[in-house]
């Protein structure tokens, strides 16, 4: 869905061959995994591809929930639900560090802006 003239509505086209059938499995405590089956046109098993997992959980912050979201390099529903806690663990750990890296540039935009110019100096 692109286009390059702002006035000019987007294309909708569902790409026919690469369907999904989406359920979410979950604990109702920590878990949330979403399968993503692979179907036909006419909604019946695709057995040419393999099912996807994403691991899905949530952190309460001060200022909220705070989304995180893996995918899940599993064969079948038992294997996500074993890799599920360290994807989660990477998952934060990976977003710890983009808001470190996110909070020195903007450090930095603020001691750039700041700087006083002399002329002749």
Do not use: C, W
Not at 26 to 51: E, H, M
Not at 77 to 95: I, S, Y
């Amino acid at each position: 869905m692109s286009t390059n003239d702002p006035g000019q509505m987007p294309e909708f086209v569902v790409d026919n061959n690469h369907l999904y059938r989406e359920e979410t499995i979950t604990d109702l405590k920590v878990a949330s995994i979403k399968v993503l089956t692979p179907i036909n046109l006419d909604g019946s098993a695709d057995q040419s591809r393999t099912a996807i997992y994403v691991g899905h959980t949530q952190l309460m912050s001060p200022e909220g929930p705070v989304p995180l979201q893996a995918p899940l390099e599993a064969n079948n529903l038992e294997e996500a639900m074993t890799l599920f806690p360290d994807a989660m663990r990477q998952a934060l750990t990976e977003m710890v560090e983009k808001i470190k890296e996110m909070q020195q540039q903007q450090k930095q935009k603020e001691m750039d802006s700041s700087r006083i110019i002399i002329p002749g100096r």
